[in-house]
């Protein structure tokens, strides 16, 4: 069946760190790959998304590149801010499927 | 606010007892879906609605679960005979286009305690 992996959290940085959350998959075929994001006190948002290999999802600074060939989709940022402090889940739908596949979730806290 | 609103966002009860969640998606969007969230786990799928039609159960959705989706609007999650075990954040979702290319709208969730 399908799963994702990302990397346990908490995960604490200082303001303008070099960001990476790592996030690796299973699924039949070639699924489509996203990043979703939960603020405090908000439900989750689409923070950006991929849905073929080599893509590259980008929205508000973060990055992620859909590899096949490593079945990854890695979240990255250059320079973090305070307000980028949130839970950040990775996530998959397989063709034809329903439903998104999660992943735990990594709790990222900026310090300023 | 015209973003998706579940309610209520929280609710306590006894075991035993029947639970219903509402959620209502945002007006122009035809599918709409419901999860379920655990202490330190993400999101997983429960049950997917198009329109009034009920496409597909997780496996996760056992008897005791029931969801409705009249006209095509609103939708209710119902949990009978509540066990410790449901005690969970319950999401709903809602979007115009199919789950691999397009973007789901998530509620603020309603947590469930079962006492």
């Known amino acids: 069946g399908n799963s994702v992996t990302q990397m346990e959290g908490p995960v604490t940085l200082s303001e303008e760190a070099f960001l990476t959350i790592n996030c690796t998959y299973t699924?039949?075929?070639?699924?489509?790959l996203f990043w979703y994001v939960q603020y405090p006190g908000e439900g989750l948002q689409l923070l950006l998304k991929?849905?073929?290999?080599?893509d590259k999802g980008s929205n508000k600074g973060f990055e992620a590149t859909y590899r096949k060939e490593t079945t990854s989709f890695h979240l990255e940022k250059g320079s973090v801010q305070v307000s980028d402090s949130a839970v950040y889940f990775c996530a998959l739908s397989s063709r034809g499927a329903d439903g998104l596949t999660f992943g735990k979730g990594t709790h990222l806290i900026i310090q300023p | 606010d015209t973003g998706v609103s579940q309610n209520p966002r929280h609710k306590i009860t006894k075991r035993g007892q029947n639970v219903t969640f509402r959620c209502d998606p945002i007006?122009?969007?035809?599918?709409l879906y419901w999860y379920r969230q655990t202490l330190g786990q993400g999101p997983e799928f429960l049950t997917y609605f198009q329109n009034e039609a009920q496409l597909e159960k997780s496996r996760l959705l056992s008897d005791r679960f029931s969801a409705e989706r009249p006209k095509g609007s609103f939708s209710t999650l119902e949990i009978q005979r509540t066990e410790q075990g449901d005690s969970a954040m319950y999401l709903c979702?809602?979007?115009?286009?199919?789950?691999?290319?397009?973007?789901?709208?998530f509620g603020e969730g309603s947590r469930l305690t079962v006492l």
């Open positions: 979702a809602s979007s115009t286009d199919r789950v691999n290319t397009g973007e789901l709208f």
């Open positions: 007006s122009e969007h035809n599918r």
């Open positions: 991929a849905t073929k290999a080599d």
């Open positions: 699924a039949t075929g070639y699924p489509s």
